[in-house]
Nanobody, 122 residues
Framework: QVQLVESGGGWVQPGGSLRLSCAASGLTFSTYTMTWYRQAPGKEREKVAHITGTSIPNYADSVKGRFTISRDNGKKMVYLQMNNLKPADTAVYYC????????????????WGQGTQVTVSS
């Protein structure tokens, strides 16, 4: 079965950095678009960044210039480097496998990790 396991969350002061990791298994990882979402208390889950199977990234406006998404297809890992963290970045961060291309067609085939807490405060 598909498993996504996040790690790397924790507490950091404003302006600090964290690197989240997501280990994937049970899927053809290199073909999947991988996404990081986050959900703050009382708020809806929001997309933070995604990266295609060919490593093309895309970011939410709120994190552009501060966060970097990357992947290692050989290790079946996706990462989120978060710099200059702000209290507004406090949330549970979720790794998501979104879907894959088969020729020109995109197939949505979603899987979720259990989440990792990121807390930014002084």
């Amino acid at each position: 079965q598909v498993q996504l396991v996040e790690s790397g969350g924790g507490w950091v002061q404003p302006g600090g950095s964290l690197r989240l990791s997501c280990a994937a298994s049970g899927l053809t990882f290199s073909t999947y678009t991988m996404t990081w979402y986050r959900q703050a208390p009382g708020k809806e889950r929001e997309k933070v960044a995604h990266i295609t199977g060919t490593s093309i990234p895309n970011y939410a406006d709120s994190v552009k210039g501060r966060f970097t998404i990357s992947r290692d297809n050989g290790k079946k890992m996706v990462y989120l480097q978060m710099n200059n963290l702000k209290p507004a970045d406090t949330a549970v961060y979720y790794c998501n496998a979104d879907g894959y291309f088969d020729g020109p067609l995109y197939y949505r085939d979603m899987y979720w990790g259990q989440g990792t807490q990121v807390t930014v405060s002084s």
